[in-house]
């Protein structure tokens, strides 16, 4: 089965898209210019009034790389409401259109044009965090990672000069190392040309090691990256959870700030109350600044 079936399998709700109450919605923003449907987002603005820049959240979608719609935004309302925040959400080239490195150039040009348009928005662009779940947690791991590497910061756009860079990032079950990728516990065969992964890289990981490197988070990890809340079901058998240790682990030695919350007895994405408590106070603290801690551990699932 596809990983973007059991996406929809296992976490229906996803797939549920209604405007938060209290927010002006911009739908279908152009942030590349060449009038593709993939390279669009949507854009959510309080109606509220502000004398100062908002923080902005920016949701990229999951899907195998090869489904998914921004249009799959409801998670992000949760965290986004209730608090000052504006919230996007977007579209990148799916691996039916484009290989690597096609969706990282997406996701980085969307990250320039909205910090470009943030005075205009009431943004503020030195505030931008980015979460993502499964695929879009392999791409806002990216984003974490690669804000001064420019053979992924790509071409696309009319804003070359603005940076790419995010204040924080959200892993929710991301790969962080395809080339650790298969093992016990994950029902994926990286040997099989089918699947979303193969498909992404344009090739199997054993026939596209240095693309399936190049195309990894853990491969980028410096001293100053963004910080990071990882979350991962220990019971995920599409995404080991070896990949979130992982990840962790080296984004530790990188001396980064870095938090993993494991879903006790969950699988390939969960949520619980606790855990979205969890998140918003992610937000809040590198966002608004406010003093809150985040435990590390076991989270509910349910």
């Given at each position: 089965m596809r990983l973007s079936c059991l996406i929809a399998l296992v976490f229906p709700a996803l797939a549920q898209c209604q405007s938060p109450v209290g927010y002006q919605v911009v739908r279908n923003l152009d942030y590349v210019g060449a009038g593709n449907p993939r390279q669009m987002l949507d854009l959510y603005l309080p109606e509220t009034k502000t004398t100062k820049p908002r923080p902005l959240v920016v949701y990229i979608h999951g899907g195998g790389w090869e489904n998914g719609s921004k249009d799959q935004a409801g998670v992000l309302f949760g965290l986004i409401k209730d608090r000052d925040y504006a919230g996007a959400s977007i579209n990148y080239r799916l691996t039916n259109e484009a290989i690597w490195p096609a969706q990282i150039h997406d996701c980085k040009a969307a990250i320039r044009a909205l910090r470009a348009h943030a005075a205009e928005n009431q943004i503020d662009p030195d505030k931008i965090a980015v979460f993502g779940i499964s695929a879009g947690g392999h791409l806002v791991s990216l984003l974490g990672v690669t804000g001064g590497v420019k053979e992924l910061e790509g071409e696309l756009g009319p804003n070359p000069t603005q940076s790419s860079r995010v204040t924080c990032v959200l892993d929710f079950c991301g790969p962080s190392n395809?080339?650790?990728?298969?093992?016990?516990?994950?029902?994926?065969?990286?040997?099989?040309?089918?699947?979303?992964?193969?498909?992404?890289?344009?090739?199997?990981?054993?026939?596209?090691?240095?693309?399936?490197?190049?195309?990894?988070?853990?491969?980028?990890?410096?001293?100053?990256?963004?910080?990071?809340?990882?979350?991962?079901?220990?019971?995920?058998?599409?995404?080991?959870?070896?990949?979130a240790t992982e990840f962790d682990t080296a984004l530790a030695k990188a001396k980064i700030p870095a938090t993993l919350l494991t879903g006790t007895d969950g699988g390939h994405v969960f949520f619980s109350a606790p855990l979205i408590g969890h998140m918003r106070a992610f937000l809040d603290r590198h966002l608004l600044g406010k003093d809150v801690q985040i435990p590390e551990g076991p989270v509910p699932s349910k």
């Open positions: 395809f080339l650790t990728f298969a093992g016990e516990g994950t029902i994926i065969n990286v040997d099989d040309p089918k699947t979303g992964l193969s498909k992404l890289i344009g090739g199997t990981v054993k026939n596209k090691p240095d693309v399936a490197r190049s195309a990894s988070p853990l491969t980028y990890i410096t001293e100053d990256d963004a910080p990071f809340l990882i979350i991962h079901g220990d019971k995920d058998n599409i995404v080991r959870y070896a990949q």
